[in-house]
């Protein structure tokens, strides 16, 4: 779980996306699942995921983000007031490579639960 502070959600949550994706950007399947509280893939899906679903094709390398924009998407406040749905557009040699990470935080105790929902192409 994390803390983030009420007046700059966005920036936060780019900045925990970020250095999650700066780890699958390094090739470190495991370690990018494992810095999500919760995470509806295991490694096999996620490389699925970067195959396009084609088990024969190569793995898509994902750009490491500190060497492009910020990339959010949305960010989408769910109305009950639990949390947010965040959508993240990934890039490969500076390109977006049709591949989007949706992950969810969600308010626990003050604090935010952060969940990877799916990887896919949108």
């Known amino acids: 779980?994390?803390?983030i502070e009420?007046?700059?959600q966005e920036k936060?949550?780019?900045s925990f996306i970020n250095n999650a994706v700066s780890?699958?950007?390094d090739e470190k399947y495991q370690e990018f699942?494992?810095?999500f509280d919760e995470s509806r893939m295991n490694v096999n899906e996620l490389?699925?995921?970067l195959r396009?679903?084609?088990?024969?094709g190569p793995i898509t390398q994902i750009d490491n983000p500190g060497q492009s924009n910020n990339n959010i998407r949305g960010v989408y406040k769910y109305t009950k007031g639990n949390g947010y749905?965040?959508?993240?557009?990934?890039m490969t040699n500076g390109k977006l490579n049709d591949l989007t990470l949706q992950i969810e935080f969600l308010i626990v105790d003050n604090k935010y639960k952060v969940c990877l929902e799916d990887l896919h192409t949108l």
């Open 1 to 3: 779980m994390i803390i």
């Open 6 to 8: 009420k007046d700059n």
């Open 12 to 14: 936060q949550f780019c």
């Open 23 to 25: 780890l699958l950007a």
């Open 33 to 35: 699942i494992d810095c």
């Open 47 to 49: 490389i699925s995921a």
């Open 52 to 56: 396009y679903l084609d088990d024969n």
């Open 85 to 90: 749905a965040v959508d993240y557009d990934l």
